[in-house]
Every structure is written in structure tokens, then in C-alpha cells.
């Protein structure tokens, strides 16, 4: 790829992001619910009911957890502006995400964001680099929430001058440790299935990629269709885990960790198998038609549901 002998690493990782803002209202809040299939199944479950109706009205709707994960608008766009970097946007992978959630998301917002680049590893082949976004009420200067993205580069290593592989990550006390899937039987199991619009509704939400709408660009990315947001693949596994481990309560969510292993296709039954280790939840999701693991992680809570 052109321009990767060029690339000084002090340059990226001391790079400074201008602030972005992200304003968004109680329809948009209940728009992602039931973009992540929250009541598709059962219209009046009054563990997915609280995200989209209120009977106060819906200032008053509750907030998932994982919708922190549309506040870093334009991510991509901001990975294309780090200096001497260069890549073919159509090769991006989203390879994890982390989330870090300090105070329950207000059902409307304005937020302010912050963002750094925490990592950039040199794989030869690829580059990977991950970006943490701070997200602030605007109003309140309050912090929010977090976010650690980390995508994959096709085409974009090569870029170190040493023999050994350039790898920098920033130092946080925050991130989830490794985790391996235990072998012993789940503690719980969720089984739902995805519409063929799951895509179509949850792109609603500001992810607009053609691969999760066009069948050209799907079939010429390799897919024999398009397929969902990895995204919208990691809310349908968090809400399994707070309607079972968490019983209904999304504010037991203290951070979330996913990272992406496979992709799903619309209307695939998504299998979500979860082991709980003190405050910590590992979990899998596999899609049932090709019995396939898709995601993977680790969600802590800050305490246990009184009723497990």
C-alpha cells in the first residue's frame, strides 16, 4: 500500500482529534431498542417495553446500555484522517469494541466527545488501531461513558523500522482481561431470532455501510448477502444477558467487551451462552442454522441480581 514507508508511529498515537458532538432524542433511543430486537417477539415484555414506551411518555423511556456504542459518530472517517496512515475504507473490519458505562444514558442528549488513539499494533499484513472516545453530557460537563474501537487494516502494516513489529497500547485500568469460553455447561442460554430487516432497522440508527443493505456490494465483499452490524449483533447478546443474568435491570451493566468473530446474516437465530464468574459474565453468541460462534466477551456488572 502507498505511502506505508512514510509512516512515523509517533505521529498517530500523539494525534489530536478535534471534539465532535452527538445530540440525539427519545425516538432515536427507542429506534435502537427495537433496532437490536428488543418486543419482536413479545410486544408487551416488560423487560423491552421500558426502551421504547413510557406511560409518563417518552422522556421517560429507559436506555440501553450498548447504545453508547453510536456516540463516537464517524469513527471511520476519523481513523482516515490520522497522518501517513494509509488504507482502503472498504477493508476496515471492526474487530472489538469496549464499552465503560460511569452513569445511566438520560433517554435524550446532547454529549460531547473526546478522542484519542489508544492503540496501533503493526501486523505486517494489516494494522490495527484502536481509538477510546470520552463521552461528556454537554450540559453538565458529566462523563458518561466510554469507548475503546478497535479496527483492523487490511493492507495498512509493514510500517515498522525494526525488525520486531511496532506495538503500542495506552495504559488503562478499565480493560476486561482475556478470557477463554469455559467448557462446562452454561449458566444461562437465549435463544431469539433476527428479522430479515434487522439490518434495514438498525442502520436507522446512523450506520449507513451498503454491505448491510446493498446485495452488490455484499455479494462483492464475499457475502452471498448483506449482512448485520456487528453492532447490532453485540445489543441482541447484552439484552440476553440483562433479561437473564441481570433479570429485566440494564443499570447492573458496568462495562462490556465484544469482540467480532463472524458475520450474521439476517434473519439467523442468534444462540447467546453465558457463564458467570463473581461479577463477570463470559459469554458467546453462535447463530443456530450454522451453528457458527459470531461474538464473544465479557460483561461486568457492579452487582448481582437479588433474585439469581
Request: aromatic share 10%.
Amino acid at each position: 500500500m502507498a505511502g506505508k514507508s512514510d509512516l512515523d508511529p509517533q505521529l498517530i498515537i500523539s494525534h489530536e482529534f478535534p471534539e465532535s458532538a452527538f445530540t440525539y432524542t427519545e425516538r432515536d433511543a427507542a429506534l435502537y431498542a427495537l433496532g437490536i430486537g428488543a418486543c419482536s417477539t413479545d410486544a408487551v415484555d416488560s423487560k423491552d417495553l421500558k426502551y421504547v414506551y413510557h406511560q409518563d411518555g417518552q422522556q421517560s423511556i429507559e436506555v440501553l446500555p450498548t447504545f453508547a456504542a453510536l456516540f463516537p459518530v464517524g469513527i471511520q472517517s476519523r481513523i482516515a484522517q490520522l497522518p501517513g496512515l494509509k488504507f482502503d475504507q472498504r477493508l476496515l473490519l471492526h474487530a472489538q469494541q469496549y464499552i465503560e458505562i460511569y452513569k445511566p444514558l438520560p433517554s435524550s442528549g446532547s454529549i460531547v466527545n473526546k478522542a484519542t488513539v489508544a492503540g496501533l499494533h503493526d501486523k505486517v499484513k494489516a494494522a490495527v488501531v484502536e481509538i477510546e472516545v470520552l463521552s461528556y453530557e454537554k450540559e453538565s460537563g458529566v462523563l458518561l461513558c466510554m469507548n475503546r474501537v478497535s479496527v483492523f487494516l487490511r493492507g495498512a502494516g509493514g510500517f515498522s523500522k525494526s525488525s520486531d513489529p511496532y506495538s503500542y497500547t495506552k495504559y488503562s485500568s478499565n480493560q476486561t482481561s482475556a478470557f477463554k469460553i469455559p467448557k462446562s455447561q452454561p449458566f444461562a442460554v437465549f435463544e431469539e431470532c433476527t428479522q430479515p430487516s434487522q439490518a434495514l432497522l438498525y442502520r436507522l440508527s446512523g450506520d449507513y455501510n451498503p454491505l448491510h443493505s446493498d446485495p452488490m456490494v455484499a455479494e462483492v465483499a464475499g457475502f452471498s448477502r448483506p449482512i448485520l452490524h456487528g453492532l447490532c449483533t453485540l445489543g441482541f447478546a447484552v439484552r440476553a444477558i440483562i433479561k437473564t443474568i441481570c433479570r429485566g435491570e440494564q443499570n447492573m451493566i458496568k462495562n462490556i467487551s465484544g469482540k467480532f468473530l463472524l458475520h450474521v446474516y439476517p434473519g439467523e437465530t442468534i444462540i447467546t451462552e453465558m457463564w458467570l464468574d463473581g461479577l463477570k459474565v463470559v459469554y458467546q453468541a453462535k447463530v443456530k442454522e450454522r451453528n457458527r460462534a459470531v461474538l464473544s466477551g465479557i460483561v461486568t456488572l457492579n452487582r448481582l441480581s437479588s433474585s439469581l
